[in-house]
């Protein structure tokens, strides 16, 4: 089974530029997160669909960043402008959402730099 | 608030066993998640705890107390390649995952 995929595996931009990202969940997985991992730090979950509908946005710096996940499988999380403080390392993962355990499956995830 | 807790930095011996611990204070309990991240790569998942008790799997072993708001993560028989970082999560109420900052392991020959 293909597990989480990301894109690109590295980014590097200036201040007020932007950038995207994109996550293609495990096939069949309903529900798709999207996190920031900043170095020495847990990640935190920035969004949250449940097919393509948004379930958890409160984390999300909207006034910068967006995502979508129009067909209800793939996403994209977009920056614009960037600033230095969204150096990070941006995780998408997926999850059946059926019964208890509700195990999220992670991406190798995209590192962002921001100069 | 939601607060987790876990010591940034552990260092053990191959062969031996380290207990990585977790506390933890959120709004409402659905369960507690370790994952195992190496430098790097994706985080993968190791354990699940959502009742008291302990929980064993292969050489990885976790426990949860939640009336303590405590868990920890057991590893045995440490191999040079469980040299990571692990995550200690809890779910909430609202079904999210609240991550701890991760302790990083060292396993040293």
């Known amino acids: 089974e293909a597990g989480v995929a990301q894109s690109p595996r590295y980014k590097i931009i200036e201040k007020r530029q932007s950038v995207a990202f994109w996550c293609n969940p495990i096939s069949g997985h309903a529900t798709l997160y999207w996190y920031q991992q900043i170095l020495g730090q847990g990640p935190k979950l920035l969004i949250q669909f449940q097919n393509n509908g948004v379930v958890d946005d409160s984390q999300l710096p909207k006034d910068r960043f967006s995502a979508e996940r129009l067909k209800g499988v793939d996403s994209t999380l977009k920056i614009q402008p960037a600033k230095l403080e969204d150096s990070a390392v941006y995780l998408c993962?997926?999850?059946?959402?059926?019964?208890?355990?509700?195990?999220?499956?992670f991406g190798a995830g995209t590192r962002l730099s921001v100069l | 608030g939601q607060n987790i807790d876990q010591p940034t930095e552990m260092t053990a011996t191959e062969g031996a066993i380290v207990q990585i611990n977790c506390t933890y204070q959120?709004?409402?309990?659905?369960?507690l998640f370790w994952y195992q991240q190496h430098a790097g790569e994706a985080p993968t998942f190791l354990s699940y705890n959502v009742l008291d008790g302990l929980e064993e799997k292969g050489r990885f072993s976790s426990f949860l107390s939640r009336s303590k708001g405590y868990s920890y993560l057991l590893l045995k028989e440490l191999q040079m390649k469980d040299s990571a970082s692990y995550l200690c999560a809890v779910k909430g109420n609202t079904g999210k995952l609240i991550f701890g900052q991760g302790t990083t392991l060292q396993v040293k020959p």
């Open positions: 959120t709004s409402g309990f659905n369960g």
């Open positions: 993962a997926s999850s059946l959402m059926r019964g208890d355990k509700n195990i999220q499956y």
